[in-house]
């Protein structure tokens, strides 16, 4: 079956240091994939999208690598503060006409000062 | 950005009484809107696929008279929880595809209470 996987457990990290966040899938052959942030009682917003011919992609102070080959992509914030602690969710196409994602769990990121 | 609006954000209802849900797109258009709900420390699960004009598409498990979806117009989709029980309290949100189509334009969420 589909399946698409992040760290359940919180990540507390030190304010200036780097996070990263993990997604794997398995069973799905992605066009490509999205990171989203949502903060407690909100929606979700896109962040970043990356798509499977595309290694690494950057957007200011976030970057997000795609291996198709290990079904993995990283997801790094850089230079962490306080603010960017939130839960962010990786998210696939499922190559269903007018792009239906299917989410992960969500990682919950914890940026102390 | 594209903003999608959701109304109400709030709303308790006795058990057995119906609830809708309007998800607007303010300033596109928007054929297909999805409709999502997530549970506590969980994550966003898919119910439906709201199409402008035409029946909306159900994820498998969702009842879809339970859940009645009307997508009247290209900025408009309306999600009814009829007959709700307290198992149907969660946050729903909505979302919808923006101009690049890969990326969704999510709204703010409602939160169902259901005693």
């Known amino acids: 079956s589909q399946k698409i996987e992040q760290n359940s457990e919180a990540l507390n990290i030190q304010e200036g240091k780097t996070a990263t966040l993990t997604c794997n899938y398995t069973?799905?052959?992605?066009?490509?994939l999205q990171w989203y942030r949502q903060d407690p009682g909100r929606g979700p917003v896109f962040l970043l999208l990356i798509r499977e011919n595309e290694k690494e992609k950057r957007k200011e102070r976030l970057k997000v690598t795609f291996d198709t080959t290990l079904k993995q992509s990283l997801f790094h914030i850089t230079a962490s503060q306080p603010a960017d602690s939130a839960t962010y969710l990786c998210?696939?196409?499922?190559?269903?006409?007018?792009?239906?994602?299917?989410f992960g769990g969500g990682t919950r990121v914890l940026v102390k000062p | 950005g594209a903003v999608v609006s959701q109304h109400p954000s709030r709303v308790i209802c006795k058990s057995g009484t119906s609830v809708k849900i309007e998800c607007r797109s303010l300033d596109f258009q928007a054929t297909t809107m999805f409709w999502y709900r997530q549970f506590p420390k969980q994550s966003l699960m898919l119910m439906a696929t709201s199409n402008e004009g035409s029946k909306a598409t159900y994820e498998q498990g969702v009842e879809k008279d339970k859940f009645l979806i009307n997508h009247a117009s290209l900025t408009l989709s309306t999600l009814t929880v009829t007959s709700a029980h307290p198992e149907d309290s969660s946050f729903y949100i909505c979302?919808?595809?923006?101009?690049?189509?890969?990326?969704?334009?999510f709204g703010p969420g409602t939160r169902l209470l259901v005693l």
């Open positions: 069973n799905y052959s992605p066009a490509y």
């Open positions: 979302s919808a595809p923006g101009e690049g189509v890969e990326t969704q334009y």
């Open positions: 998210a696939l196409d499922i190559g269903a006409a007018g792009n239906k994602l299917t």
